[in-house]
């Protein structure tokens, strides 16, 4: 069930602080950002936890384990952020856009826990893990069916519209990654449209939806959206990244998921460009699932190589096409936040390059 935490806005706060830099202090500009979202998330929470009622009361303790306030809730703050309209401002509407987007992406958790055969997620069991593989599977279709349901809601189809679409987008490159699994027949060009789909779209979306139920201007509205998508790709970058380079304590999800689950994602791609036939070989076996993976073995070679300095540099090559988008729109409220939060994504990944030195 939900967290019975008396304030979950500032537990968000203080846990976005240490998802952005565990151990430097943040910047005074991004600690007032979150400082400024705290009464938005506050009122995303109680919307959460009103969802529990429309769901069956067998299945309730599922949904709230499900829909619990221990996630980063970043898709919901890109919501908040892309339609500011100033931080006494909490429009209902944002807040419903911000639930559906959580929800949908939430949904998409619980079906790649069971993909993966991840054991934690957030530092604690996966819900496969907590409640078995058929449960949760049913319960990630009942998430996305209520979400398109809370969507419906709107008076006019354009919300429902944008969600639906979006979660096809997303399940579509979710279907495609699963059927590209176990293989190393897969281009870079690939890779991007994959993660375009399952992971940017929702980004991409979130800023639509703000900026637009904001009452932002089409062009900006546009401009918010492509700043969304572009963050999108360097974030599942980054994730892609943080499977191998990270520490299961900080990132809260057990590492080398990607390799064990035959997910050939940038940091493999470069490895195996990298490696000796032969070596190349069996980490192509390792793929495929033709033997155990060798995450060690893996991890040190992509030390050696300097694979995470390259994967570092396309994530930032997404961060800057993601500011490029907003460049024509210094004066609009969104953009600042909006460029502060790409610069959290870019901390995070400067701090991850401390566990990749050693």
């Avoid at 202090?25 to 995303?44: K, N, R, S, Y």
């Amino acid at each position: 069930m939900f967290s019975n935490r008396s304030d979950d806005s500032l537990y968000f706060f203080n846990s976005l602080l240490a998802w952005a830099h565990p151990i430097m202090p943040p910047t005074a500009g991004f600690v007032d950002m979150f400082t400024l979202l705290q009464p938005h998330l506050a009122e995303l929470d109680s919307v959460l936890r009103a969802q529990l009622a429309a769901f069956e009361p067998e299945i309730r303790e599922l949904a709230g384990y499900c829909l619990d306030t221990h996630g980063k809730r970043l898709r919901p703050a890109l919501v908040f952020f892309s339609g500011w309209r100033g931080a006494e401002v909490i429009s209902p509407d944002l807040v419903r856009a911000a639930a559906i987007v959580e929800m949908v992406h939430l949904a998409t958790l619980v079906h790649d826990d069971i993909m993966d055969g991840a054991d934690l997620r957030r530092g604690r069991r996966t819900a496969e893990r907590a409640y078995g593989t058929t449960a949760a599977v049913l319960m990630g279709d009942v998430l996305f069916a209520h979400a398109l349901n809370l969507a419906a809601q709107f008076p006019t189809a354009e919300v429902c519209a944008a969600v639906s679409e979006s979660t096809c987008r997303v399940c579509s490159g979710e279907i495609m990654q699963t059927m590209r699994r176990r293989t190393t027949d897969l281009t870079r060009a690939d890779y991007l449209r994959i993660i375009d789909l399952k992971t940017a779209e929702l980004f991409r979306v979130s800023c639509q939806l703000g900026s637009s139920l904001a009452g932002y201007s089409p062009a900006y509205v546009e401009a918010a959206s492509a700043f969304g998508r572009h963050l999108g790709i360097a974030y599942q970058i980054y994730d892609d990244l943080a499977d191998f380079f990270g520490e299961e304590e900080r990132i809260g999800k057990t590492l080398g998921t990607d390799l064990a689950a035959g997910k050939l994602t940038l940091p493999l791609f470069l490895l195996l460009d990298c490696l000796p036939a032969g070596e190349r070989a069996a980490l192509a076996a390792e793929i495929r699932g033709d033997g155990p993976p060798q995450f060690a073995l893996r991890l040190g070679q992509m030390r050696s190589y300097g694979i995470f300095d390259v994967v570092a540099k396309a994530m930032q090559a997404e961060l800057a096409l993601a500011l490029a988008a907003l460049e024509p729109w210094p004066q609009q409220a969104p953009t600042p936040l909006l460029g502060q939060f790409a610069d959290v994504l870019r901390a995070q990944v400067e701090n991850l390059a401390s566990t990749a030195a050693t």
